[in-house]
């Protein structure tokens, strides 16, 4: 076979397992269709697939291959990357920035005081640390990945629960906002290459000016030629973070970051979110699939996964229960706003793809971070749906 036949065989492997798994399993209520994808990516990958078939495993995903889908995926997580930037309700925060800050704060510096513990924990053993990772590289990296709120996961979730549009949701989304703010400022600062500081210096107030014209630009046009001229700014803004040395995927996140949702028609930007989660995403779960490693042992990636996802889940609750407690919330918000805000998913596994990629973790860390995201995603529903079904009156309450 030549290798657009062999790309072919597998991109119907990674639209069809999920579906089948998902759709004749009934996984919805605890393992939507996008952690699915994620589970499939991982049992696709050289440790599971690869193990038990590996001449099957190396014919179907051979190097020409990987490129190919490698290039899909790229494409596809700088679009939901951007997306995720331009979802972001900063106008929002601002109005409510004592309530949105408090909370927000403790939301995101819980997780990541208690991530920091875990990973300093990891860091008594081999295996874990990149080999061009400083010790407050990598500690601060996979602090932040268990502070990390998955902001477009988040939205999906939402709207099944049916709060996204009422003032609980509003208010949630608020949080989480500026969380992602932080994120990709502290993912920045640990990708910062001070041999390149002058590239990164250049980028950055070439960015300020360039985005003032641009926005000018964009209130100027037309909403359809909005749409074409927001996917230029897109591979703009990651060539020039790639080229200083910040990752496309920072770049990514300012160009959307840089957009103003109401430039857009709501419908038809959730529709965008979707068709991308349909049509490419997949694509970017295989990827990321690919780059699992269980070679320090099953166990131990198990064991380091369930240390991290207590360091996620406590931390967030934690975190958000202090913030009710401060603000006088009622019984029972902090809970649900506390589970919902530790969502991970997407966002995470794309910040440990960033991570992996500047070699700051090593794969095995990489799969215990994916496992943990993984884990946090398939709580949030359980948890959150029979909370909200005895509290029905908080749906509705404003901050």
Not at 54 to 68: G, L, T
Not at 228 to 235: E, G, K, R, T
Not at 370 to 388: I, Y
Request: charged share 15%; hydrophobic share 60%.
């Amino acid at each position: 076979m030549n290798t657009t036949e062999i790309f072919l065989i597998a991109m119907t492997i990674i639209f069809t397992v999920p579906w089948l798994i998902w759709r004749f399993g009934k996984t919805d209520y605890y393992a939507p269709l996008v952690v699915v994808q994620i589970l499939t990516g991982i049992l696709l990958g050289p440790g599971i697939l690869g193990a038990a078939f590996p001449e099957y495993y190396q014919f179907v995903f051979n190097p020409a291959v990987i490129q190919s889908l490698n290039g899909i995926a790229w494409w596809a997580v700088m679009l939901f990357v951007m997306i995720a930037g331009v979802e972001l309700d900063l106008k929002k925060a601002w109005e409510h920035r004592r309530e949105s800050g408090i909370t927000a704060g403790l939301a995101l510096g819980m997780p990541l005081l208690f991530g920091c513990l875990a990973a300093a924990l990891l860091l008594g053993f081999d295996g874990w640390a990149g080999p061009q990772a400083m010790t407050w590289q990598f500690v601060l990296g996979v602090g932040m990945a268990c502070a990390v709120t998955a902001l477009p996961i988040l939205i999906l979730f939402m709207e099944k629960l049916e709060i996204l549009r009422q003032p609980i949701g509003q208010r949630i989304l608020r949080y989480a906002s500026l969380d992602d703010i932080a994120i990709w400022g502290v993912l920045a600062l640990i990708l910062m290459d001070w041999q390149r500081v002058g590239k990164q210096v250049i980028f950055l107030i070439a960015f300020v000016f360039v985005a003032w014209g641009f926005r000018r630009l964009m209130r100027a046009l037309a909403e359809r030629d909005r749409w074409y001229v927001a996917l230029i700014w897109l591979a703009v803004c990651a060539f020039g973070a790639d080229w200083a040395g910040l990752h496309f995927m920072v770049g990514a996140f300012l160009a959307g970051a840089t957009i103003d949702a109401e430039w857009f028609d709501q419908e038809k930007m959730d529709q965008l979110r979707h068709h991308v989660l349909l049509a490419f995403m997949p694509v970017f779960f295989l990827s990321t699939g690919l780059r699992t490693n269980w070679a320090v042992g099953g166990e131990a990636v198990f064991i380091a996964a369930a240390l991290l996802l207590l360091a996620a889940v406590a931390g967030k609750l934690i975190g958000v229960r202090l913030a009710g407690r401060i603000l006088n919330w009622a019984p029972g918000e902090a809970s649900i706003i506390g589970w919902l805000l530790q969502t991970k998913a997407l966002i995470m596994i794309i910040f440990a793809n960033i991570l992996l990629d500047r070699q700051i973790i090593t794969s095995e860390a990489f799969t215990a971070l994916l496992l943990m995201a993984v884990a946090s995603t398939m709580l949030t529903v359980p948890m959150v749906a029979p909370k909200l079904a005895r509290l029905k009156e908080l749906i509705g309450r404003a901050a």
